[in-house]
């Protein structure tokens, strides 16, 4: 089974006593190329997010925010992933096409995903992991 993959973001984020700046694109691979679609997801404390698959794309997460925990695999599956984002800084990851995933707001406060996919109508299959 394909597992999610953590892009290192390193110094591509800006910070300064304002806070950060990120371009995920080019971490992405994606610069210059067009998106199919780009969204923003809020989670309120101890939503669940996800609890799908997309058969045919990659879908990258940009979590802003945290901690949370983002799953992977088929519910009780031995391979199942499962990855503590901490939320002290920007955290990319890409999903690849076919695996299911969900993601879990473990924050006592919101937090927010930017998402994104190359191709404009990401077939979605319900799963249940969480």
Known sequence: MAKIRRVAIGDK???DARGWVLNPLPLAGL????????????????AV?????HGLAAEWLLF?????????????APEAEEI??????????????????AIVNRADREIFLVVFYEEKDLATE?????
């Open 49 to 53: 997010r996800g609890n799908h698959a």
């Open 13 to 15: 984020a800006w910070k």
């Open 31 to 46: 610069e210059g190329r067009p998106l199919g679609n780009l969204h923003v997801a809020s989670m309120q404390p101890g």
């Open 84 to 101: 503590h984002v901490g939320g002290g800084e920007p955290e990319l990851f890409e999903i690849p096409a076919g695996l299911p995933h």
């Open 126 to 130: 319900p799963t249940k992991i969480v």
């Open 64 to 76: 802003c925010g945290g901690p949370a925990v983002l799953l992977a695999g088929a519910e009780g």
